[in-house]
C-alpha cells in the first residue's frame, strides 16, 4: 500500500491524475488537496509515500510546498506535473531533489514509467532502512554476547568499530537465563523471541547462546521476576509441550555485572540437579519460608559416589557441604536415622581407601554412633574426605582423562547432534555433574565450548572452500540454516554472507 496525495487547484486536473494512478494496478490509498497550504495542512497529521503537485496554485504554490516540507526534514518522493516548462522551475525542482517534472498535459506512457520508478526507489529505501535496523539490531546482539560471555569493554568497543554506542550495556538490573534439556533453540524455539515479546514485553533484550540457552535482559529491578519466570515456565509448557528451567541473577551493576550476572545464573541453574520438582532458581530461595526445598539424599549420594570414582576432591568435599547442609541445625531427623545415612557413606568411602580393613571401618563407625552432636558426627566423615584427598593425590584424577574424551568427541563429531546429556552417558556422569567438571577442567562452559568450536569450523569453512552455506551449517551440526546464520552473526557480529563476501 502506498499513499498518495495529489495537490492542484482544478478538479479535474486531479481527478485526471486519479485516474491514472488506478490503471496501474498498484494498491493506492488517495488523497486531494486544492493548493500548497491544504497540502501541508494535511501532511502535518499524515504520512504519505508520493506527493503529485502542480506548481501554480493559490496560497502557496507547488514550489514553495516543496521547500516548506524539504526544510522540515521530510523524506517523500514529490513529482511535479505543469504546464510551465520554465527552466528556472526545473533548475529548483533538481535543488529540492524532485523525483520527475512532467510537464501538462500529462503524457500516460511517461506517467506510468514515472510512478513505477519512484515506486521501485521507495521499494529499494525501505530495504535499506529495514537492512539498517536489523545491522543495528545485529551489533547490538553481538556487543550483548561479548559481554554475556565475559569480554572487556575495549574488546568490546574493538568489534563495534566504535560505530554504536555501548552505554545501552550498562542499563541492565537483571538477568534470566533459560534453559532445556533438548536443543529447544535450533529446532523448535526459532520463535521464541517474537513469542516471549508477546507474552512478557517487560523483557529489554534477549539473547540465544546456544540450542540449549538464551538470555533475558531487564533495565527494571522492581519486577516480579519470580512470577515473571514462573508465568514463562508454565506458557512453555503448554505452548511448546516441554519443560524448560529458569535462573534468576542478583542484581547487577554496568556491563562488568553481565558477566557475573552469567556466572551466577549458571552456578543457580545446578540446582536444578539437586531439586526436581523446581523449574525457577534464584539467591536465597531456600530462605524465604519455612517450607524451604529439600535436597534429594539419593541424588547427592549418587553424586559423592561418583565424585570418589573420578577421584574429584573438591567436588566431593562441595558436594558433602550441601549434604551436611540439610541436617545441620535440624531438628525433624532422628539422631538415629541422620547416623544411618553418614555412616553408610563412610562404608561407601571406606571402600575407596587403600589400605584399610573391616576392623577399622567397624570402629569409625561405632565412634559415629557414640558421637553427641552433629558436628563430630560431620568431623568423622570429613576426616576420612580428608584421606581420601590424599589418595586422590598420590593416584591421578580421571577427571582430566574423561574431559580429554568428551573434547575429542566433540572435535570428531560437531557435525552431529550432540548434547550435555549424551555427552554425559557416554562417560556415565550426571549430565550436571559434568558440566559442573567441565567447567573447572577448562575454564568454559560445556555448551559454550561446542558453540565456540562449531562457529571457528563454520569461520575456516567460509574462508578455506566454496561449500553453499546450507551446507556448511548442515556439516557444523545446524540442520536449520535460519539458526546457524543467526547464531553465526551473533559470534563474529556479520552474516555468514558477508564474512565470506568480505574475506574477513
Do not use: W
Not at 519466570?229 to 551493576?253: L, M, P, Q
Not at 580429554?404 to 552417558?425: A, P
Amino acid at each position: 500500500m502506498y499513499k498518495i496525495l495529489i495537490v492542484d487547484d482544478e478538479k479535474i486536473e486531479r481527478n485526471g491524475i486519479r485516474m491514472l494512478l488506478n490503471s496501474l494496478g498498484y494498491s493506492f490509498e488517495i488523497a486531494e488537496a486544492s493548493n500548497g497550504q491544504a497540502a501541508y495542512d494535511l501532511m502535518s497529521g499524515n504520512e504519505f509515500d508520493i506527493v503529485l503537485t502542480d506548481i501554480k496554485m493559490p496560497f502557496m504554490n507547488g514550489m514553495e510546498l516543496i521547500k516548506k516540507c524539504r526544510d522540515n526534514g521530510s523524506e517523500q518522493k514529490f513529482i511535479i506535473f505543469s504546464g510551465c516548462n520554465e527552466f528556472g522551475y526545473a533548475k529548483q525542482a533538481v535543488k529540492m531533489d524532485v523525483s520527475d517534472y512532467i510537464l501538462k498535459p500529462v503524457d500516460p506512457s511517461e506517467f506510468e514509467d514515472t510512478i513505477n520508478k519512484v515506486i521501485g526507489e521507495i521499494e529499494e529505501s525501505r530495504v535499506h532502512k529495514e537492512l539498517k535496523i536489523k545491522s543495528i539490531e545485529f551489533m547490538h546482539e553481538h556487543m550483548l554476547y561479548l559481554a554475556t560471555t565475559g569480554a572487556s569493554m575495549s574488546e568490546i568497543k574493538e568489534h563495534n568499530k566504535d560505530l554504536l554506542p555501548t552505554d545501552f550495556l550498562d542499563g541492565f538490573k537483571r538477568m534470566m537465563l533459560i534453559e532445556f534439556n533438548c536443543d529447544f533453540f535450533g529446532r523448535k524455539g526459532m520463535d521464541f523471541k517474537k513469542y516471549l515479546e508477546k507474552t512478557e514485553p517487560r523483557t529489554d533484550a534477549y539473547l540465544n547462546l546456544n540450542p540449549q540457552q538464551s538470555v533475558l535482559y531487564f533495565n527494571d529491578d522492581n519486577l516480579p521476576f519470580k512470577e515473571i519466570a514462573d508465568n514463562i515456565c508454565n506458557d512453555v509448557a503448554i505452548t511448546y509441550n516441554t519443560k524448560c528451567f529458569i535462573a534468576i541473577s542478583g542484581k547487577i551493576e554496568g556491563y562488568e555485572g553481565i558477566a557475573k550476572g552469567m556466572e551466577e545464573m549458571e552456578a543457580l541453574m545446578e540446582n536444578k540437579f539437586y531439586d526436581r520438582n523446581s523449574n525457577v532458581f534464584y539467591k536465597g530461595m531456600n530462605n524465604e519460608n519455612d517450607e524451604a526445598v529439600q535436597t534429594d539424599d539419593d541424588t547427592v549420594i549418587k553424586q559423592m559416589k561418583q565424585d570418589v570414582k573420578m577421584k574429584d576432591a573438591a567436588s566431593l568435599r562441595e558436594h558433602f557441604a550441601i549434604f551436611c547442609e540439610k541436617y545441620s541445625g535440624k531438628h525433624d531427623f532422628s539422631q538415629v536415622y541422620v547416623k544411618f545415612l553418614f555412616s553408610n557413606l563412610l562404608k561407601t568411602f571406606y571402600e575407596s581407601l587403600p589400605a584399610t580393613d573391616e576392623k577399622e571401618l567397624n570402629e569409625e563407625i561405632e565412634l559415629l554412633y557414640k558421637s553427641e552432636d552433629f558436628d563430630t558426627v560431620r568431623g568423622i566423615v570429613d576426616k576420612n574426605i580428608d584421606r581420601l584427598a590424599n589418595s586422590f593425590d598420590k593416584n591421578p584424577s580421571m577427571v582430566h582423562r574423561e574431559i580429554e574424551i568428551v573434547k575429542k568427541y566433540i572435535y570428531e563429531h560437531f557435525g552431529e547432534d550432540i548434547s550435555v546429556e549424551s555427552l554425559s552417558k557416554m562417560v556415565y556422569m550426571a549430565p550436571s555433574y559434568l558440566s559442573s567438571v567441565f567447567k573447572k577442567e577448562t575454564g568454559v562452559n560445556l555448551s559454550r565450548f561446542i558453540k565456540t568450536y562449531r562457529m571457528e569450523q563454520a569461520k575456516d569453512m567460509l574462508e578455506n572452500s566454496m561449500a553453499k552455506i546450507v551446507d556448511i551449517s548442515e556439516t557444523c551440526g545446524y540442520p536449520n540454516v535460519s539458526y546457524f546464520c543467526s547464531s553465526f552473526r551473533e559470534y563474529f557480529g556479520i552474516s555468514p554472507q558477508k564474512f565470506r563476501k568480505n574475506g574477513e
